[in-house]
């Protein structure tokens, strides 16, 4: 897909490259701080996948909503959670998006969108086709998003979600992540299908797209047109997005015995972020000094958000039974 076939002005072109930096930049940070024993709680990183939480979250709305998984610090910073708000709550303080109550796999910050992380696989695909039907009955355009990884398509939230919302036209967009593996469980042994797009076509008659996940403008284009289709009332999309994560499941996890360093390493070429910035330059689009200062702001962003996590107090213990329920009428 060339840019300008998408109509993105060089500002928007350069906020795609922007926030997969931050994205890259903060969970890189949040890394070391959890080997440091900084951050108490399991660290899922998205390194390699920053595409598809770009991609997506650049189509939507501040008001359209986004249901996230275990893996959900991008789609959070993507929505427009600020890194310090990110890193404080893995960092379990106070000044957290769930005060500290959450970690990672708890992320809320319903304000920008970000309706939760969570550390269940499959509910997200649930949870994003009952937010499109409430926002059916009320009448709104608003738009739901249910991230998933190729885990969650053999559980039976996968079919019932996808059935629901394609019965009842609901304005939903369900984004598979395959990563090519559940933990340590390849897709191909998971499934004799592993065509996600095929499946929510042929099974649910959904509009269906499988695009290259690391291609930031191939998910924005398939995200732009899912969105566009969802908020006029024309009915969910599926978007599978084939992409590879090149750190371990979880911060500290081993990364042997399932697959090989060769495979890790071909899919490090096809790194989102330095290809589309080579992408960039080479179309004109932007120069070595727009992107050096880019990659400054980002860099200064980051330092900010992780002096801000250290330095913030952890909750009282006073308040340990605030910000758990929601507030008795
Ligand atoms: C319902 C449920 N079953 C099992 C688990 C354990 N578990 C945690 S992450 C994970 C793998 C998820 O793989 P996938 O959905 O492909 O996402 P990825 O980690 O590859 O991003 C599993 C099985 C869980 N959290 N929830």
């Given at each position: 897909m060339h840019s300008d076939e998408l109509g993105l002005s060089r500002e928007q072109l350069?906020?795609?490259?922007?926030?997969?930096?931050?994205?890259?930049?903060t969970e890189e940070q949040l890394a070391r701080a959890?080997?440091?024993?900084?951050?108490?709680?399991?660290?899922?990183?998205?390194?390699?996948?920053e595409a598809i939480a770009a991609g997506v979250?650049?189509?939507?709305?501040?008001?359209?909503?986004?249901?996230?998984?275990?893996?959900?610090?991008?789609?959070?910073?993507?929505?427009?959670?600020?890194?310090?708000?990110?890193?404080?709550?893995?960092?379990?303080?106070?000044?957290?998006?769930?005060?500290?109550?959450?970690?990672?796999?708890?992320?809320?910050a319903p304000e920008a969108g970000l309706m939760g992380t969570s550390g269940i696989v499959g509910p997200s695909i649930l949870q994003g086709a009952g937010a499109g039907y409430s926002f059916k009955l009320l009448g709104l355009d608003r738009v739901s998003v249910a991230f998933f990884g190729d885990g969650a398509v053999s559980n039976g939230a996968f079919h019932e979600g996808l059935n629901m919302a394609s019965i009842w036209d609901l304005p939903v967009v369900f984004v598979c992540e395959d990563n090519m593996y559940a933990t340590e469980v390849p897709f191909r042994e998971a499934t004799r299908n592993q065509n996600v797009a095929e499946r929510a076509r042929v099974s649910y008659?959904?509009?269906?797209?499988?695009?290259?996940?690391?291609?930031?403008?191939?998910?924005?284009?398939?995200?732009?047109?899912?969105?566009?289709?969802?908020?006029?009332?024309?009915?969910?999309?599926?978007?599978?997005?084939?992409?590879?994560?090149?750190?371990?499941?979880?911060?500290?996890?081993?990364?042997?015995?399932?697959?090989?360093?060769?495979?890790?390493?071909?899919?490090?070429?096809?790194?989102?972020?330095?290809?589309?910035?080579?992408?960039?330059i080479a179309n004109g689009q932007a120069d070595a000094d727009a992107i050096a200062e880019i990659d400054a702001e980002v860099q200064s962003l980051v330092q900010d958000a992780m002096e801000f996590a250290r330095s913030s107090p952890f909750p009282d213990p006073v308040s340990a039974t605030e910000y758990i329920f929601s507030a008795q009428e």
């Open positions: 350069l906020s795609l490259y922007h926030m997969m930096t931050l994205i890259r930049g959890h080997q440091m024993g900084l951050v108490p709680g399991p660290c899922h990183t998205y390194v390699g996948e979250c650049a189509a939507l709305r501040r008001d359209d909503v986004v249901f996230s998984t275990h893996r959900g610090h991008g789609h959070a910073l993507a929505k427009g959670v600020s890194p310090r708000a990110v890193a404080a709550e893995l960092f379990g303080k106070a000044t957290g998006c769930s005060q500290g109550r959450g970690g990672s796999m708890h992320l809320f008659a959904m509009n269906a797209a499988s695009v290259d996940g690391n291609d930031v403008l191939a998910v924005y284009a398939a995200s732009a047109a899912a969105v566009a289709r969802a908020r006029v009332g024309a009915g969910p999309s599926l978007i599978e997005c084939k992409t590879y994560r090149t750190r371990p499941h979880a911060e500290g996890m081993r990364d042997g015995g399932y697959r090989s360093a060769e495979e890790i390493d071909e899919w490090k070429k096809r790194d989102p972020i330095a290809n589309f910035k080579n992408r960039l």
